[in-house]
């Protein structure tokens, strides 16, 4: 069990930064953790589609097709 630190960042902001970083090492099991976590805390799903597509410009065309298809 991990303990969560205050980060000063609001909920849905901590989801989408833990969204890209899932995306970004390419674990998709973490990633699909992420996704369900943001929709607990209420992202709305075009944030997440967005960060999905700019993704793509940071980390490269495989690893966002990888994240599309969690």
């Given at each position: 069990?991990?303990?969560?630190k205050?980060?000063?960042l609001d909920p849905q902001t901590l989801a989408l930064v833990r969204i890209a970083?899932?995306?970004a090492t390419g674990d998709e099991t973490k990633l699909r953790d992420r996704m369900v976590a943001?929709?607990?805390v209420?992202?709305?799903?075009q944030w997440v589609?967005?960060?999905l597509l700019?993704?793509?410009?940071?980390?490269?065309?495989?690893?966002?097709?990888?994240?599309?298809?969690?």
């Open positions: 069990m991990s303990v969560e205050p980060t000063g970083a899932a995306t943001a929709r607990a209420h992202v709305p799903p589609d967005e960060l700019q993704s793509f410009l940071n980390v490269g065309y495989p690893l966002a097709l990888v994240a599309f298809g969690v």
